[in-house]
């Protein structure tokens, strides 16, 4: 896929890199645990739903990826529409229920207020959260933690508009980590080496998801955690355009 603007083009390429090496690590869970099942003859329900689990991760990964740099392509003339913040909140957690299960961490959906929908690209918006489900949701089971694991998907309103994000017990993760973490996506295998041992690749894409759609990720706290978050408009600042 082209990409006309040369800055996107190499932020793309750059990204295509931290995917690659993000899917490393559950294509080689796959390949194991598929190599045990053929050495033993058969695969016992907890492996098959590890291989299913670890596959779905990387294939939505894939997925995001790609709507990612065809929403970037388009991003001069895409055409943002009303999209239920809540509804695709509660979409997103329940395609990662099973994913947070895996790894023994507790989702939970917030939303905080009653408002209208927001301007946003439906499927990117919901592609965005996923991929910055999947990547909190495995940096929350690394962590050193008292207590049980919970990521928050969560939005509320804010004078600047609608905060949409994700949400955990993050210490390593502040401001300056974060933009340091951005400059190096495609130059360094972890970018963010005290969050998680992956390259954190759910976390770039979903950032360049926000971007195609005039926003991005920063740093932003929600009910005393930490995590990553994006400003979106509400839908009825369309009258005023």
Known sequence: MEIAD??????????????????KVPLTTIARQAELGQLTGQVNLTDAAAIRTQAMAALTLV?????????????ASLELEPVSVASTLTDAAHDLEQFARHYQVQLEVVIGGKFGPVLSHPGGLRAALLSLGFALVEAQATQDLKGPRRVILAT?????????????????LNSERWRTALGLVGTARQPLTNLMPGSGAGLFVADTIMRSMNTRLRVGRYLRQSGLAATLQPSQQLSFV
């Open 63 to 75: 997925d995001s990826y790609l709507l990612g740099l065809e929403l970037l392509s388009k991003q």
């Open 156 to 172: 509320h309103r804010t004078p600047l508009g609608i905060v949409t994000g994700v949400y955990g017990q993050y210490e390593a």
């Open 6 to 23: 040369n800055g996107g083009q190499l932020r793309a390429d750059s990204l295509l890199l931290s995917v690659a090496e993000h899917l």
